[in-house]
């Protein structure tokens, strides 16, 4: 069992989780966070607006994955979440330790 951890774009979640969907989880976590990545000292243009402060909102959805399933699944995020630009976010995969 793996943990895969996603911290995309806000706009570009509920795609994400659409493309999720279709893949056999064991359970999954959505929340709305705060972060910088390399684009931290750039005054960037956000959904319309802009922010001078170095966290901008993310998503960050962890679901858990067989471990067969894992390439599946990060395949189908990236598909969906990249556009190419800086802050597309990140993708973490971690053992999941059992309780």
Do not use: H
């Not at 064991?26 to 966290?55: F, I, P, T």
């Not at 959805?61 to 067969?68: F, G, N």
Request: aromatic letters at 10%; glycine letters at 6%.
């Amino acid at each position: 069992m793996k943990q895969v951890v996603a911290v995309v774009k806000p706009y570009l979640a509920e795609k994400v989780l659409d493309a999720l969907n279709s893949a056999p989880l064991e359970a999954c976590n959505v929340r709305e966070v705060k972060g910088y990545g390399r684009q931290k000292s750039y005054l960037d243009e956000y959904a319309g607006s802009e922010y001078s402060l170095a966290y901008l909102p993310k998503v960050e959805i962890t679901a858990w994955v067989d471990d067969e399933r894992v390439d599946e699944v990060v395949r189908s995020i990236v598909e969906v979440a990249r556009t190419g630009r800086m802050g597309d976010g990140k993708i973490f995969v971690m053992p999941a330790w059992p309780m």
